[in-house]
């Protein structure tokens, strides 16, 4: 079936607790903004997918995903091309699933565990051993750490231009000093608003702006150097530092 929207609605028409489904898409592919009946864990094998949710935008690379629950609207675009991975889960048959969305790290032992699932019946038996799979891997969303990394949005008119025209030019270097004589503000005032409206400061807000359109890069397999000087840095070393203290890897590493 090549419709992913009419493979979705037959997927969702499932009648199991748990439907484990492998889809893979091509460089800027978009899924539309959608939402589903289930809560939602949605894993890259490969790629960078850009979500769209709740007023934020979440880059999810590989190693993460993005815990998504039931009716919350989405749209998911693939950067360098994505494998991805999804367990749609009737999370009203589950205890204490996360009830935000949120980013996870995924554990070793969940990726096995998804792809075994992927090996295994969708239309599982009741009381099997398959279900009981199933059961576990789900327990195990319990036991993933969560990530802070998505950029917020602010409908503040004044913030929204701000933050709109640092997205856009994740490069430039100018200062919480120059931004607030735009707009006609005191720095000080201004660093409040970064804080009051986005939730963390000025430079925070940047340093993810600038790894958010690093990591889409990356995924389409620009060169680190290229993508250091691309997002606004003056050294390929200190994009390194900062790219090794978010992630735990170096650029070269995390996408080997």
Not at 148 to 153: E, I
Request: proline share 6%.
């Amino acid at each position: 079936m090549n419709d992913p929207k009419a493979r979705r609605k037959q997927l969702e028409s499932i009648p199991r607790a748990v439907i484990v489904y492998a889809t893979d898409y091509p460089d800027g592919y978009s899924t539309g903004l959608h939402h589903h009946p289930f809560a939602q864990l949605v894993y890259a094998t490969q790629g960078v997918m850009e979500v769209e949710a709740q007023e934020r935008l979440w880059m999810i690379p590989p190693g993460r995903a993005l815990w998504v629950p039931s009716k919350i609207s989405h749209n998911v675009t693939m950067h360098g091309g994505a494998e991805m991975r999804t367990l749609y889960i009737r999370s009203e048959q589950f205890q204490s699933l996360p009830s935000s969305t949120l980013v996870l790290n995924i554990s070793p032992l969940m990726k096995e565990m998804i792809l075994e699932a992927l090996r295994r019946p969708r239309l599982y038996a009741p009381g099997s051993e398959d279900e009981r799979f199933v059961d576990v891997m789900v327990e195990q969303i319990h036991r993933l750490e969560s990530e802070a990394f998505s950029l917020p949005v602010s409908e503040h008119p004044v913030m929204k231009s701000i933050l709109n025209q640092m997205v856009l030019n994740p490069e430039e270097t100018i200062s919480l000093e120059s931004l607030a004589d735009q707009v006609n503000v005191s720095s000080r005032t201004l660093s409040r608003m970064f804080k009051s409206e986005v939730g963390m400061s000025f430079i925070q807000f940047r340093q993810q702006v600038r790894l958010c359109r690093a990591l889409k890069l990356l995924a389409q397999g620009c060169p680190v150097a290229n993508v250091a000087v691309d997002v606004g840095f003056f050294s390929q070393s200190a994009f390194i530092k900062l790219f090794k203290q978010s992630f735990g890897k170096t650029p070269g590493e995390y996408f080997k």
